[in-house]
């Protein structure tokens, strides 16, 4: 089994961002995942905790980024979906760091359905991003 590791290579964890976002945001204008590609890795990365898993080849794979006592970020590179790895980081970030809270874009049903099956429930909606870009967010709360 892959071990969880903290992590800090950025241009990495950004390109596994960029795969994921690319397998499961369909939502996003290719210029906002433009946007939100350059800010990353330079304004996003660096004000969380970042952890995560290598794939077999040992590069990264997936992984999770946690602060303010929630969950920020969570992807998995498109060919490792459905090994587990997401599974796990959640469960590390629920049952070693104590956190119940997750903001998902409500256009992302894959996500949505995951946090739902790790008993994740919406207490909240905001009609656009933290950026002010249009596409909402849905908080969730896990009891």
């Known amino acids: ?5 903290r992590c800090c290579d950025y241009e990495s964890l950004t390109a596994v961002w960029y795969a994921s976002v690319r397998a499961t945001h369909d939502f996003l204008t290719k210029e906002d995942m433009e946007y939100y590609r350059q800010r990353i890795p330079r304004d996003y990365m660096p004000h969380v905790e970042l952890y995560a898993i290598r794939d077999w080849r040992g590069g990264w794979s997936s992984f999770i980024g946690i602060s303010s006592g929630m969950i920020e970020m969570l992807f998995v590179h498109p060919e490792e979906m ?9 469960r590390f970030a629920v049952e070693e760091k104590g956190l119940r809270k997750v903001d998902v874009n409500e256009q992302n049903k894959r996500a949505l359905e995951f946090y739902q099956k790790h ?3 919406v207490v909240g909606r905001d009609a656009t991003d933290g950026e002010g870009k249009p596409y909402p967010i849905l908080h969730m709360l896990k009891a």
């Open 119 to 121: 008993g994740f429930s």
């Open 1 to 5: 089994m892959s071990v969880i590791e």
């Open 82 to 90: 459905g090994r587990g790895h997401g599974s796990r980081l959640l």
